[in-house]
Structure formats: structure tokens, C-alpha cells
């Protein structure tokens, strides 16, 4: 599920129907699908029983506040195209769309949702500290009255859906109602240029041991062999994640990423994978001053010709093609010789959910599944995203680095095994696990000591 971990500014944006972009043939066919939306009915969601309805076009003239968190160039366009075609297809539907940095919407969304003039449909985090602790607290409308009208038991997988489930008391994760539906599929990789490995003598890997003895190859050359930015502690998640995948088995990681008893931290698969991530740190594999750098300007960095190994998630695709255009692949992380198949934090992105204080909670479910169904899924892919549904399909159309993305979210779903993102776990655990992987990386603590603070922390959950 999770992220798309966005840049630091805030913008808002009031779309008007003059910024539908003229000749998009995408958007005709997206005008068409929803004026063939189908009717049903249902009940069920935090509000209590809803008459369901898709027929929105003839409601009065209103305005839908949306906020999201798809500030970067392919995921703006995608929501800025997705959007303009909604109001062409509703000219009674305005959107007010406020979009606006992964950690600015974290902050700013728990009090927006408590106020007066909360927004209609809102971008959560599926992790237990943000769209659990909004479903206990009764500020999200659960979307089963919409399932079997828009068909989203057929186009999303089970699996998929559980991402975004929660009981109605937030406590379970992974099964009970469904609170938010994704647009696109992540997958945690690693970014290379092809030129830079070349000059180095080098190939892409193709085990995981292969790419940990490039590693020290690389420091040995001269050059930085893995680029992070961890001023926000985040993105240390997705390092871990994949060294975690190499060592220990898919379903212990399973369970304490989503926080279900009957895992422990404790081990000695998880004392590897930390002791592992704290060795690459004392042998200078990572940039200078990693903990005190942000994200954003490490990838940009990376795209400019500093490092040899970017690890960080799919949605970073468009991005760098824009600078570095064929000059960049992505990869899955390769298998260690303790894995059968491929294995890596991912999922979705962070999913749209109705807010229960929605105006008219229809057009919000109208909306969600506008920028979610099967035309919405070939603005993503045109726009450098990696659709949630069909990925292998619209890779057809692809090249480069997105086309790899996509192919590697689908080779991932399909014969590999989606771990989740850690921080899921608990409603504290984003900071237990940010502050645990500073200091691990920055030898302030053992691996040991490092397991025994999230063991601490995953056990209170569990037993609680």
C-alpha cells in the first residue's frame, strides 16, 4: 500500500472544467464509461446504512474536496487528467483538489478530519497509525455498499483488498470492511544506470549475493554504492524491506508487518538482515551524511550522475526517466540462495477512502471508482504509473525503466511474495522503526538491541 513519498511543498489545486486537455482520447473513453456506471444498492459504513446510488449526474451543482499526495510530475498528471474528465463527464461535480506532500498529508489530515470543512475523499495510509486509527475513530465511511455495484470484487484481487481492511473497530488488519481503494501497484527495487555499472565493469546482479559483492566493488572504485536519504527516517524502511526479504521467510514478515500475532523479531533470520544493513553502513556503502539528508534530494542527486544503486520504490520511475531517459533500469531485488522465489516490500499506494463527514457520500464512491477503473488504469500506465490492476498488460505499451516497473510489479504479485510495509504494524510503529534504523545504521545500537526495541513494541500491540 503504501506510499508515494512526495516532495515537501504543499499546493492546492482548484480544478476548473476549462483544464480538461483538449484531443485525449483517454478521456473520451473515461466520459463514456461513467455515464455507463451501473445502479445498485447496499448499506454498511461507519455512518450507518446508505442508499446507494451512481446516478449523480442530475444531484445539484456541488463541489467534491479531494486530497491527495500525487504532487510528482507522472502522478500530478495522471490526477490532473483523471480529474478534468470526471468534471467533463459531471459538469455538476466540481473538484476542490488540495494536493500535498506524503509527510505534509499525515500531519495535516489527522486535524482536517476532526474539523468543520473536512474533505470529502482523502488519500490514507493504510497503516494501522493512520487509516486504522481513523476507522476506530469512526472518521471513515467503509465502502462495502459499493463493492458489488462497481464491480470491485472482479477488478481487485482479494489479496489486494485486504490492504486496505480493517474490522469495524480498526483493530483487525487485512479482513473485515473495506475502507479505501488504491489506483497503483508498488514495488520496492533497485535503480541503475546502466552506463555507470558498464564503466565499472559491472552488470546487473543477478542473486543477492552478486549485488552485496558489488557492493564492496564499488567503495573500492571510488564511487558511492548506494544512494539514501534518510532525514525522515522512512525511507530506511525500504533498504531494510528488501535485506529483511533476503533473509527471513515471507510469512514471518507477513505477520509482524501487519501486525498479527504469532512472529517474533527475535530471531536469527531477522539478527542477519540487521546485522547485514548495519555492516553496508560501517563499510561507507552509503552516501555521506545519510541520516541527515532528505529523500528528495538523494534521488535527484542519483539522477544527476552521483551513486550506483538507488533502492527505492516503482512510483520513482517517471521521475528519473525524465533526467536520465534510457540511461536507467529497474529491478527487482535478486533472490539469495535461501529464496524460491522473489520477495519484496510493496503493495499499493496509498488508498481513497470517503471521509464520513463526505457531503454525498455517492459521488464520492462515484469519484473513487472514476479514477480507479479499467480506463482510469491506462491513464496511469500512460503516465509513467504502475496501474494496481493489469499491470502486464499496459507494460505492453511500455519501455525503459516503466516498463520495468511494471513488469516487476507483475512478476511480483503473480510468482513472488508482497511483503508489506513494516510500518503497518502498530499505530506507533513508523517512529519506533525510524528511530530503531537510525541509530542501527548510525551504530549507535546493535542489531540485537535494534531487534529488541521492535520486538518491545510488536509484542505490546500483539498482546494487547
Known sequence: MRRTPTPVTQRAHHLSRRHVIAGAGALAALAALSACAPSGSGSGSSAGPVAVSTDIAGLPDQTLTVWDQEVRGGQNEQMETLNAAFMAAYPNITIKRVSQSFDDLQTTLRLALTGDDAPDVVEANNARSTMGQFVAAGQLMSLDPWITTYGWDSSYSASILAYSSYSSDGATFGEGSLWGLPQVGEAIGIYYSPSRLSALGLSAPTTWEDFTAQLATIKAAGQVPLMLGNVEKWPAFHIFGPVQAAHVPADQIRALGFGNPGASWNTPENLAAATELQDWAKNGYFNDGFNGVDYDSVWQDFSQGTGIYLMAGSWLAPDLKAVLGDDVRFML????????????????????????????????????????????????????????????????????????????????????????????????????????????????????????????????????
Open 333 to 464: 531485488p535478486p533472490k539469495s540462495a535461501t529464496m524460491d522465489k522473489p520477495a519484496t516490500t510493496g503493495g499499493t499506494g496509498l488508498p481513497f477512502a470517503i471521509t464520513s463527514a463526505a457531503k454525498d457520500p455517492n459521488v464520492a464512491a462515484a469519484y473513487i471508482n472514476f479514477i480507479t477503473n479499467a480506463e482510469a488504469m491506462k491513464v496511469l500506465a500512460e503516465t509513467g504509473n504502475v496501474p494496481v490492476n493489469g499491470a502486464s498488460t499496459y507494460a505492453e505499451g511500455q519501455t525503459g525503466v516503466v516498463h520495468d516497473v511494471m513488469t516487476g510489479f507483475d512478476t511480483l504479485t503473480t510468482q513472488g511474495e508482497v511483503l508489506p510495509y513494516l510500518d503497518y504494524a502498530t499505530t506507533t510503529f513508523d517512529q519506533v522503526l525510524g528511530d530503531s534504523l537510525q541509530s542501527l545504521l548510525d551504530s549507535r545500537t546493535t542489531p540485537q538491541d535494534f531487534l529488541s526495541a521492535l520486538e518491545a513494541a510488536y509484542t505490546e500491540h500483539t498482546a494487547g
